[in-house]
């Protein structure tokens, strides 16, 4: 088991490779989305929020609605796909598995940010798509990192809770059923894992518990302070201001086939 959780100072993490499987278990207004943004906005290599339910923009960046439309020398990538099709999915990530470094040609990492890990496997997780358990198992080898969330971590693919490197944990109002889950992520009993979110909650509003499972350690971290919160890959968006968008023409989406040698050298996000 892991070692007791110890309270830290510092109010940001750092260390995370763009290779590993990072998790964020969190319920809705927990923090959750926040830290997967601010987490995702220092990766230096190229990076792919799959926005299941188009509900972020990202400054800068034009989002598409399927994998054809992207232009792969965006350094940033947005594409939406809220349809919930399994087809789909499995579809963009056998085309991410392409991008693999080495072998394909590739000489830069890929990093994949979505929100609802569960939404890959339409919360069945023994009917997650092949090309998706593929990812999360092999692509780490390959250059190919995942960075993800969930408020129901029972549902979330298999494959994801085995691999994952980092799991953080926010406090306050997790179903019954995913505390073992999360308990078993952190390596913690489950009575353990409980008194330590009662410890964080303790530490403010949106303190959270970061399990390194490399380190065999948990650490209690303090709320992202403000000057922490203004850097983030996406926003989200406001439903009361919000209309569903056209998807725009082939005229109007971006070239495909750009050349890799425009694309960002892939390195860890540094420490903050």
């Known amino acids: ?19 590993d499987r990072a998790f964020v278990g969190g319920v809705n207004g927990s923090g959750k989305s926040v830290l997967i943004n601010h987490l995702a906005s220092h990766y230096q290599c190229q990076v792919l929020l799959y926005d299941t339910k188009d509900e972020f923009t990202v400054p800068g960046v034009d989002a598409v609605h399927s994998p054809e439309r992207i232009d792969w020398s965006q350094r940033v990538v947005h594409l939406i796909d809220d349809a919930g099709d399994l087809r789909d999915t499995d579809r963009l990530f056998r085309t991410l598995w392409a991008r693999k470094v080495g072998r394909t040609g590739h000489a830069y990492g890929l990093v994949v940010v979505v929100h609802e890990l569960a939404d890959l496997c339409a919360d069945q997780p023994g009917k997650t798509p092949q090309w998706v358990a593929n990812y999360i198992r092999k692509g780490r080898a390959h250059g190919l990192g995942l ?95 919000h209309s569903t968008s056209r998807v725009a023409s082939r005229s109007d989406e971006p070239a495909l086939g750009t050349s890799d040698a425009q694309a960002p050298s892939a390195l860890e996000a540094p420490e903050t």
């Open 147 to 241: 960075l993800s969330g969930s408020q129901r971590p029972r549902n979330i693919p298999r494959a994801a809770r085995s691999e994952a490197q980092h799991v953080f944990s926010f406090a306050g109002g997790f179903d019954p059923e995913d505390v073992p889950v999360m308990a078993g992520l952190h390596r913690m009993t489950e009575r353990d894992y409980e008194a330590a979110l009662a410890q964080a909650a303790q530490v403010g509003e949106h303190a959270y518990l970061w399990g390194d499972r490399r380190a065999r350690t948990n650490v209690i971290r303090p709320p992202l302070p403000a000057h922490l919160l203004s850097r983030t890959l996406a926003t989200g968006i406001d439903p009361s201001k």
């Open 1 to 19: 088991m892991a070692s007791p959780p110890q309270t830290a100072n510092s109010q940001a993490p750092g260390g995370l490779r763009y290779t």
